[in-house]
């Protein structure tokens, strides 16, 4: 049952040079980083948010709010689960009324966990406007949801899986693509 | 009819013996007890590898006829115990009205006559069971009453008991004792102990039995009066009951089944049917009880048979009525709790099931030999099932022993020469 | 982590690894209460139903916020104890709320193992609040929230609770979560309110107060039914409160640091001195915000994943 590895579609480098990109476009559509805040969705979404804040940092010289959202308890896939997803932390230690908030996840998928990040965003305050940044987009939606900054396109069928790895979490920076055995 | 036991374990409470024998029995007497009895032109029961004993004496039970017809009445309660190996039984007389008048009495000697099985009643000690004034004893016990009680409640005032014993020892009928200090006892629902600190029951302690069984003890000294202790429950009461017949106070004691078979552990269950009075005890006093079993101090075992509605029990812990439905069990139990595992031999089995409730309650005398009344209980220690509270014949299904797989089943029950009951026909 | 139970009935059945969930997962609650909008989705379409035989306004509003912050929808029914023998029997109530279609029963009675029973009667999921004496799990569990809040944890840890223990639901359902995870537990109280054989549950026992608080680093004082005055328990108020109740003088001989617990409501100046209780060392208010923390985090491992049929008692 244990998945088999594929292909390695990212590295090190790569993921360094697109989240570069990614800060670079974020400060470009806001012009600048008046009232934006970042967003990491968990688990893997947090060291992204991190990591970009970083970048800005170094290319604005001004720090902007980091955030982290538990999306747990907004999921619609709960009660048929057959385990417990450990709720975790929301921290979220600002105000995002009124702010520009950017939502940084490793990978969008069907777009299910992006609606619940929303709906969990609202209930923290009414933002200006909601953004996306996603390391990796596969495709596949299934609600009305499109990515705004996006750090690689990677058509792939349902029958595999993307393996984000971070250094913060894995111990290593790749994207792999895994193909679920059957 | 005539018929003959063929090849069964005879058991002799008196002569201290279990042999291999055929019994005749002609009409309601035992007529002839010897090996390979000629068998020719008669029925033949084989009986191999079954034990046949003096039939079982339960000189504990309640039947709730009159008043709590629900719960159980005369025939269907008389028909449990027959099922259950009893060839008589002692009916408590904590009825709606209690059996405090000769009237009660009657109705129940009609009763039992009409499901054509003895009970012999007990009457009560106090008018109305309220422990303040003696009872019509003379006129309860010339329409029947065996033994005079107040069953579960329990005497407080030591006067009035005295009077009761001085006054009963007349009729050379014995004082049935149920004892429990209502105040020690207090609205407890299980015994005082580790497990009622775990499950946050009010417990009821030891003391609660021992400071009756003491003062019944000096009171049964003082008057003279025949004492028997109801199911004794705690290692303190067997101690004293002990040290009262070494000095000669005329004082015997039952234990039952449920207070051999379980200890207060079982109540974590929060099943309903382990409540009873007295509750279940410890493990030592449950030890002290099987010692008291092997030495003598206690004389017989017995039901206590307390019958039910299903819905009563059905509750709350603290809301449910105390008692377990015991007729049906009470024999698989022991053997499989204390013959099986040798704490009592079948003839010390005969004794406190047949022999000693007998004498006590002065019932003709329960053996096996040419001349007696044909009253036979037998069996099959191989007879290996589960307890099923479904089937049970007794209205009330209260019993903690649902489930529990048991040998040694009464599989043939001779009242006066009648086969009540018997396994194969299931003529029940 | 899978929780896998149907019901929580008491802390005596759980390990020490689902209490540590509960509490890992109540951290995640306590910041959902601290929102402006104090709600979410989870259990949106689930019914709750409070069945309550005691009086009782603090723990059932806090399951009730409980559920309605996850989103569930609640309803109570309240039952006076003194008709519990002539009303409807708790078979038949149990029938009546299994027709309901309630996901989740939340039980309080003053008779020891009724939501045992109820349990075994309906396909609902029950928490047990309260049953008379024997277990008031969700208590116990926000009173360790609080406890590993403030301390850290509990290897170690010094805990005496003090008071009426023979009557006290808090107190067993503390022993219970406490030793499991490693604390010392201490009951203190007069010997008429300590029950028989306590110690057999992992605990000491000490009449004598400066024995029994000396250096503990928690003290968990347990509200005192007066009418136990009545039935010769103690002989007066004042004596109890003498020799019991937490002063400072009493606290004196604690570390410094103790932490002072009280599940409320409090008889202010009987069990606690009003210093004491309004004092530093006091996290009773605390102790409520958590409680609603703790609950959620029940109803959330209770409710949210898993098939009913495949889970164990």
Redesign the interface.
């Known amino acids: 049952m244990s998945p088999r590895e594929k292909v390695q579609i990212m590295d090190q480098e790569g993921i360094r040079r697109a989240l570069t990109r990614i800060a670079h476009e974020i400060l470009e559509k806001n012009a600048g980083t008046k009232d934006l805040v970042l967003i990491g969705i968990r688990r893997r979404g947090v060291p992204l948010a991190s990591r970009l804040s970083e970048k800005i940092k170094e290319i604005e010289g001004t720090s902007i709010p980091l955030g982290i959202l538990d999306i747990t308890l907004y999921r619609d896939d709960l009660s048929q689960l057959d385990y417990h997803p450990q709720v975790r932390k929301t921290e979220v230690p600002f105000s995002i009324t009124d702010k520009k908030v950017v939502m940084v996840d490793d990978v969008l998928y069907t777009g299910r966990t992006v609606r619940a990040a929303m709906d969990a965003l609202m209930d923290l305050g009414r933002p200006k406007l909601i953004q996306l940044a996603v390391l990796i987009d596969r495709g596949h939606r299934e609600l009305p949801i499109r990515a705004d900054f996006v750090g690689k396109n990677v058509p792939t069928s349902r029958k595999e899986v993307i393996q984000v790895s971070l250094l913060e979490i894995d111990g290593e920076d790749k994207v792999t693509i895994v193909e679920k055995d059957t | 009819m005539n018929y003959l036991l063929k090849e069964g374990i005879v058991v002799d409470p008196v002569s201290n013996s279990a042999k291999k024998l055929d019994i005749l029995i002609e009409g309601s007497k035992i007529t002839a007890v010897a090996e390979n009895l000629d068998c020719r032109g008669l029925e033949v029961l084989h009986l191999k590898g079954c034990y046949i004993f003096p039939g079982f004496v339960d000189m504990h039970c309640h039947l709730r006829e009159p008043g709590e017809e629900l719960k159980e009445t005369i025939l269907t309660g008389t028909r449990a115990a027959v099922k259950g190996g009893f060839t008589a039984v002692a009916c408590m007389g904590n009825t709606k009205p209690p059996a405090d008048s000769s009237s009660v009495i009657t109705l129940i000697k009609e009763k039992a006559r009409q499901a054509s099985f003895p009970v012999y009643p007990v009457g009560c000690a106090t008018k109305e069971m309220a422990g303040n004034e003696p009872a019509e004893i003379g006129d309860l016990v010339e329409a029947g009453a065996v033994a005079i009680s107040d069953d579960g409640n329990s005497i407080m005032n030591g006067e009035v008991l005295r009077r009761v014993m001085e006054y009963g020892k007349m009729f050379d009928i014995p004082i049935i004792s149920h004892c429990e200090d209502t105040n020690l006892s207090g609205n407890g629902v299980m015994n005082?102990?580790?497990y009622?600190?775990?499950?946050?029951?009010q417990?009821i302690p030891n003391a609660a039995e021992e400071v009756h069984v003491a003062r019944d003890l000096i009171l049964a000294g003082l008057t003279g009066a025949r004492l028997h202790i109801a199911h004794v429950s705690t290692a303190g009461s067997v101690a004293l009951i002990r040290e009262a017949k070494k000095r000669g106070i005329r004082v015997t004691a039952e234990v039952t089944p449920h207070h051999l078979c379980l200890t207060d552990e079982a109540v974590k269950s929060?099943d309903t049917n382990t409540k009873v009075k007295p509750p279940l005890r410890s493990k030592e006093d449950q030890e002290a009880l099987y010692e008291g079993l092997r030495d003598g101090t206690i004389d017989a075992i017995a039901t206590d048979h307390a019958p039910h509605r299903r819905?009563e029990k059905?509750?709350?812990?603290?809301?449910a009525p105390f008692g377990i439905s015991g007729l049906e069990t009470a024999v698989p139990l022991v053997w499989e709790h204390l013959v099986e595992s040798k704490l009592l031999s079948p003839v010390e089995l005969a004794q406190k099931m047949a022999w000693n409730p007998a004498r006590i309650l002065g019932l003709p005398e329960r053996l096996i030999e040419v001349g007696a009344e044909a009253n036979i209980t037998v069996i099959d220690p191989s007879l290996q099932q589960p307890v099923n509270v479904g089937e049970f014949v007794s209205l009330g299904k209260n019993s903690p022993f649902d489930g529990w797989v048991l040998r040694g089943w009464p599989v043939m029950t001779i009242v006066s020469g009648e086969i009540k009951y018997s396994r194969q026909l299931q003529n029940i | 982590m899978k929780f896998k139970r149907k019901d929580v009935l008491g802390l005596e059945e759980l390990t020490a690894e689902e209490i540590t969930l509960i509490l890992d997962t109540a951290e995640p609650m306590k910041e959902i209460m601290s929102r402006d909008i104090k709600k979410v989705p989870t259990l949106r379409g689930r019914s709750v139903i409070t069945l309550f035989y005691e009086p009782s306004t603090r723990t059932r509003s806090s399951f009730e916020l409980a559920a309605k912050y996850l989103g569930a929808d609640t309803s109570s029914i309240a039952i006076a104890t003194s008709s519990v023998q002539k009303g409807e029997s708790l078979r038949d109530t149990a029938r009546t709320l299994e027709a309901m279609a309630a996901d989740v029963i939340i039980i309080r009675h003053s008779a020891a193992g009724a939501p045992h029973l109820l349990a075994r009667w309906v396909k609902a999921r029950v928490i047990n609040a309260g049953d008379g004496a024997h277990e008031h799990p969700t208590q116990a569990l926000l009173d360790m929230f609080t406890i590993r809040e403030k301390k850290g944890g509990f290897k170690g840890l010094k805990v005496a609770i003090l008071g009426d223990i023979t009557h006290s639901r808090v107190a067993r359902s503390n022993i219970w979560g406490l030793t499991k995870m490693g604390a010392e537990v201490r009951v203190v109280g007069p010997a008429t309110l300590i029950p028989p054989e306590i110690e057999r549950l992992g605990v000491k026992a000490y009449y004598d107060w400066e024995e029994g608080l000396k250096d503990v680093d928690v003290i968990n004082v347990l509200r005192i039914q007066l009418e136990r005055q009545k039935k010769g328990l103690f002989p007066s108020i004042r004596e109890y409160t003498k020799l019991y109740g937490l002063d400072q003088q009493k606290l004196q001989v604690a570390k410094p640091d103790v932490l002072v617990l009280h599940p409320g409501p409090v008889n202010r100046g009987i069990e606690i001195s009003p210093d004491v209780q309004d004092g530093p060392h006091a996290v009773i208010n605390e102790q409520v915000t958590n409680g609603v923390a703790v609950r959620m985090a029940l109803l959330y491992l209770l409710m949210a994943g898993g098939e009913k049929d495949e889970l164990s008692a």
């Open positions: 005082e102990g580790f009622s600190t775990l499950l946050g029951l417990g929060f819905d059905e509750t709350e812990y603290n809301v």
